[in-house]
């Protein structure tokens, strides 16, 4: 089945400052890759997703890219804010259903 | 739109007693639901695919005996936690895949104690 790590599990970063968590996978046969922010004991948000048909996409702050070859897929935010600080999961799947998470992001910006 | 309910948020209950979660999809037809278990500080791992009209399909490790799932209708999925013990304890999340659409849709969670 898909494996997928993540890295790194804390990051911490200065409010205006960028940050980067990134992701690899094992099964060449995903094809979706969503980004999800889950606040303390709340339900996971989508925030960004890229299909294997592209290999960057961009919304505001956030971006995502993926390397098909390296099986490799990143999180970028941009001029980080407080309301960023939260555990960011990346996935994988095949089509969109059985994703399978990374291991999370702890992400604290420091004000 | 695409708002799924979980009910309940939170139950504390006794060992060896049964509870159930239900998720249910407000504004949309799921035929797929998909229930998670999370411990503290940890990912999201799968425990069962629900179809509606068919059985779950359980990931390896998970027994079907002990988390009962019910897919009855379009908009309903419900799990049951059976004879429960401590180490049951934990936050299941559910999520709801719209039927011919793209993306899931997470529910707010329940978060079980068991004593």
């Known amino acids: 089945g898909e494996n997928v790590e993540q890295h790194p599990s804390t990051l911490s970063v200065q409010e205006g400052d960028s940050a980067v968590i990134k992701c690899t996978y094992s099964?060449?046969?995903?094809?979706?890759f969503p980004w999800y922010k889950q606040e303390l004991g709340k339900r996971p948000q989508l925030i960004i997703d890229i299909r294997s048909n592209v290999g960057e996409k961009k919304d505001q702050r956030i971006a995502v890219t993926l390397n098909k070859t390296a099986k490799h897929f990143s999180l970028h935010i941009t001029e980080t804010q407080p309301e960023d600080s939260a555990v960011y999961f990346c996935a994988a799947s095949f089509g969109n259903e059985k994703l399978t998470f990374g291991t999370g992001t702890r992400l604290t910006i420091i004000p | 739109g695409a708002v799924v309910s979980q009910h309940p948020s939170w139950v504390i209950c006794k060992s060896g007693t049964s509870v159930k979660i239900e998720c249910r999809s407000l504004d949309f037809q799921a035929t797929t639901m998909f229930w998670y278990r999370q411990f503290p500080k940890q990912s999201l791992m799968l425990m069962a695919t629900?179809?509606?009209?068919?059985?779950?399909?359980?990931e390896q490790g998970v027994e079907k005996d002990k988390f009962l799932i019910n897919h009855a209708s379009l908009t309903l999925s419900t799990l049951t936690v059976t004879s429960a013990h401590p180490e049951d304890s934990s936050f299941y999340i559910c999520?709801?895949?719209?039927?011919?659409?793209?993306?899931?849709?997470f529910g707010a969670g329940s978060r079980l104690t068991v004593l």
């Open positions: 999520s709801a895949l719209r039927s011919g659409a793209n993306v899931l849709t």
């Open positions: 629900s179809n509606e009209g068919s059985k779950a399909t359980y």
């Open positions: 099964d060449s046969a995903s094809n979706y």
